[in-house]
């Protein structure tokens, strides 16, 4: 088992920064590639980024492209949601969640977190 816990989220006015991170726990949590997916009202989940369990890989959902950076720390079990250059558009509740393998939808992750929620005005 996996237990994930994020934290960070808030308002922000557009074009402003938030961190996100994800506190993980469970014995191979270090093991599983960690994703954020986002869900805005009235609209299915969506993939965000990924990164693989050492770091060394990562996907991008284009529309975050050269905004958002996801990083991990495998000694704090913990990963992180720099995002940058926020827009109305990305107002969503923000899940961690984590898988053996890099994927981008939601169906194949096997651990959530509870979500946190990032609210950006304009």
């Known amino acids: 088992q996996v237990q994930l816990v994020e934290s960070g989220g808030g308002l922000v006015q557009a074009g402003g920064s938030l961190r996100l991170s994800c506190a993980a726990s469970?014995?191979?949590?270090?093991?599983?590639?960690m994703a954020w997916f986002r869900q805005a009202p009235g609209k299915e989940r969506e993939f965000v980024v990924a990164?693989?369990?050492?770091?060394?890989?990562?996907n991008y959902v284009d529309s975050v492209k050269g905004r958002f950076t996801i990083s991990r720390d495998n000694a704090k079990n913990t990963v992180y949601l720099q995002m940058n250059s926020l827009k109305p558009e990305d107002t969503a509740v923000y899940y961690c969640?984590?898988?053996?393998?890099?994927?981008?939808?939601?169906?194949?992750?096997?651990?959530w977190g509870q979500g946190t929620q990032v609210t950006v005005s304009s």
């Open positions: 990164v693989n369990w050492n770091g060394g890989g990562t």
């Open positions: 969640a984590a898988n053996p393998g890099l994927l981008t939808r939601a169906i194949n992750y096997d651990y």
């Open positions: 469970g014995r191979t949590s270090r093991n599983y590639a």
